[in-house]
Each structure stands twice: as structure tokens, then as C-alpha cells.
């Protein structure tokens, strides 16, 4: 293992990261295009510059650091050049992507059938393309997550906010804290070039979850409630709990209610 981490692109899930990296790794950098005003709440010795799209910047990337790469590799043409320039083959990488990488299937089955890794995906999609080439050039490992919350993310407002309403469409979710531990262990155990799907591993509706907020917090979406939209997918995480356990580790936060228990705090 590296001494050294950089987390390019450090947004949300950087700050997670953080807060546990110093106990893998001696020096741990956070990047962004904009460190002095986007990472003021990092020390400054930790922040970096770094731009895809600006080649003078890639040269502040350590040549022994390990890499947790955060933000969509795209545009594909730059991200060779960075490869090529840098040669990140010689870096451990591991990638943020997303579970819409995933093709819609075609089946009229609901709930829809489980999406595991070996899943179509869809390759036009520039995230992907950039993902795909990091994967196959470099050695990276992918990490396709779904939905990330969390302190300061917490699907109670998104359904206050009438962001989302009632529906029959499900949902994959990862708590914040978990998906922090989950790029660790990647780092530290992941196999190169694999893919690894990032879920709790049980996919709720958002009628379900509406439901809950409800009855339990009086939380009422202003959306109207779709019965007929699209179903959605249901993330397979068998593989990502292998991985986990193989290093004595499991996800802290399975059970999505009892995480909302804590991100809403005590019931009036």
C-alpha cells in the first residue's frame, strides 16, 4: 500500500474519505479546481489544485500516490492524455461511477430482475467510455454507486422538497459513511480492473419510502404520486459484501430506516 493518497476531485464523499484515511494512509491530498475556495474546510498543507482540462496541473499528483478518482472521466481524449502523460498505470486506481451505467433492461417483470456486474452497461455514455478505458488501460477498479447519502443529504428532504414523490419506481441507496470505507477497502483489496456494484443491497420504492416518512415524521411529498412511471432498477452488492468481508470489514448502515432514524433525529 501507498504511503499516499490523492482524491481527485474532492466533493461530498472526499469529506467522508477524510475522516479515515489518515489511519491507512501518511499523507492524504485533496483536489479540486478551486482549492482555496472549495476546500477551505480542508488544512491547506492537504489541498491541491488539480483541473482535467488543464495539463500544467497534472503535475502535482505525487508519483507514488494511490488514486480515488471522484468526479466522471470525461472528456475521453483528456483522460488518455492525463494516462499517457502521468502514466497512472503505475498508480493504484480506484473510480467513482454510477449504477446508471446500467442498460434499462426490456423486462415487463416487476419488481425488475437484479443488476450484478456482469449487467450490460451502456458504453456510449462519456462517463463510461472514460470509466471503461481507465479500467481496461489502467488497471482501475470501478466502483458503480448508487445513490450516495448522508449528513447533509438526506432523502427526508428530498421528499419535503417534492424533489421526489410517491412511486412504484425503486431505489438503491448507500450511506455516505459506508461508501467512504467501501474506496478504502478498494484501495487496499480491490482487484484491478474489476467492477464492483456500491448498494446497500435492498432497494426500496419510493412509495415505500414516502410511506415511512409519513408516518413517522409527517413528511408528505408535494409531488404528485406516479402509479405507472418507470420500475427502476434493484442493485446486486453480492460481490462488493465479498470484498468487504474478505477484509474483516461490513456495511454500517444496511437497513435504510434505521439510518433515517438517525439523520432525523428524535421524533417531537
Not at 475556495?37 to 496541473?57: A, C, V
Not at 442493485?235 to 439510518?259: C, E, F, M, T, V
Request: aromatic share 8%; net charge positive.
Amino acid at each position: 500500500m501507498s504511503p499516499s493518497l490523492v482524491i481527485l476531485g474532492a466533493g461530498y464523499t472526499a469529506r467522508f474519505v477524510l475522516a479515515h484515511a489518515g489511519l491507512r494512509y501518511t499523507h492524504v491530498l485533496a483536489t479540486s479546481r478551486d482549492p482555496a475556495s472549495r476546500l477551505s474546510h480542508i488544512p491547506s498543507h492537504q489541498r491541491m489544485r488539480f483541473d482535467l482540462k488543464q495539463s500544467e496541473t497534472w503535475k502535482t499528483i505525487p508519483s507514488d500516490a494511490d488514486l480515488l478518482w471522484c468526479f466522471p472521466a470525461t472528456p475521453l481524449h483528456q483522460v488518455q492524455q492525463l494516462v499517457q502523460a502521468h502514466d497512472l498505470r503505475s498508480h493504484r486506481v480506484v473510480i467513482l461511477g454510477s449504477t446508471s451505467a446500467y442498460m434499462e433492461g426490456h423486462s415487463l417483470e416487476y419488481p425488475p430482475p437484479w443488476i450484478d456486474e456482469t449487467a450490460l452497461i451502456a458504453e456510449e455514455q462519456a462517463r463510461v467510455e472514460g470509466e471503461e478505458f481507465l479500467r481496461t488501460a489502467c488497471g482501475a477498479t470501478v466502483l458503480r454507486v448508487a445513490g450516495i447519502y448522508g449528513p447533509g443529504r438526506n432523502p427526508l428532504d428530498w421528499i419535503r422538497k417534492g424533489r421526489v414523490g410517491p412511486s412504484r419506481k425503486y431505489v438503491n441507496l448507500i450511506h455516505a459513511e459506508d461508501l467512504a470505507e467501501i474506496c478504502l477497502t478498494a484501495l487496499e483489496r480491490g482487484l484491478p480492473g474489476e467492477v464492483y456494484n456500491v448498494s446497500d443491497g435492498t432497494p426500496h420504492t419510493w412509495t415505500e419510502i414516502c410511506r415511512r416518512a409519513q408516518d413517522h415524521w409527517g413528511i408528505q411529498s408535494p409531488t404528485r404520486s406516479d402509479a405507472n412511471g418507470p420500475a427502476g432498477k434493484r442493485i446486486a452488492n453480492g460481490k462488493l459484501l465479498a470484498l468487504l468481508r474478505s477484509g474483516h470489514r461490513q456495511l454500517r448502515y444496511p437497513d435504510l430506516w434505521s439510518a433515517l432514524d438517525q439523520l432525523a433525529g428524535p421524533t417531537r
